[in-house]
């Protein structure tokens, strides 16, 4: 069985995320769409902190008959990595950009040499 100090601070801490994350979207901080996956972290969390019963349904259904609180760090570990993931494809997204970006600009520097403009474009 979950102990109840486990389950109060673990929803208390998921409810704590969920708050943060929010306050991060509405100070514009944060944007909805990278929000989401934490968003669903947090509720999930404190939905299995909460409901002590289903968590340790879910416990002995992987196998975990020590300590059912074993399968929160799980189904957390598992959030993070799903984040880490979402993370690593922008990343790279974002990488091909500024590549294409940069080769854009040494066109257009080089047009404008060519073209007898003197000036230099830099970013700034």
């Known amino acids: 069985m979950t102990p109840l100090a486990v389950s109060i601070v673990g929803t208390i801490a998921s409810l704590a995320l969920v708050v943060i994350v929010l ?5 514009r901080r944060l944007r909805e769409r990278y929000a989401l996956l934490w968003l669903a972290t947090g509720i999930v969390l404190a939905v299995l902190c909460a409901w002590r019963d289903g968590l340790n349904t879910i416990a002995r259904w992987v196998g ?16 993070i990595l799903a984040v880490l993931l979402h ?3 922008v990343i790279s997204r974002l990488s091909d950009q500024n590549i294409l970006l940069a080769q854009k600009l040494a066109l257009l520097q080089q047009k404008l040499e060519a073209d007898g403009v003197r000036e230099e474009v830099t970013a700034r």
Request: hydrophobic share 50%; charged share 10%.
């Open 64 to 79: 975990i008959r020590s300590y059912p609180p074993a399968v929160l760090f799980a189904v957390g570990i598992l959030f």
């Open 87 to 89: 993370y690593s494809t």
């Open 23 to 27: 306050e991060l979207i509405r100070s």
